[in-house]
């Protein structure tokens, strides 16, 4: 169950132009690493790194690490912002 304070992170890490792309790459695509979700958004790595440690302390994303690689995934279930947002996006 999501708290107001959850919502209220969670609206706060969604407020950007560039994790909204992320959050719509990983919908379309599943699982991806920093480095693949970078390329796509034409972002440098450690800028998309910053975005995704942002949107998974949000509680939005699942990271998985695999030996040197990091996966990042939505969270499932979803919380109501976030299905919302994938709706309009």
Do not use: W
């Amino acid at each position: 169950m999501n708290t107001l304070k959850d919502t209220e992170q969670q609206l706060k890490a969604l407020a950007n132009k560039r994790r909204l792309t992320i959050l719509k790459y990983l919908n379309a695509k599943g699982p991806a690493s920093v480095g693949s979700v970078a390329d796509e958004i034409k972002l440098s790595f450690k800028s998309t790194s910053n975005h995704l440690l942002i949107l998974a302390k949000a509680d939005l994303l699942e990271r998985e690490q695999t030996s040197t690689t990091v996966l990042y995934r939505l969270v499932r279930p979803t919380s109501p912002v976030m299905k919302t947002v994938l709706t309009i996006l």
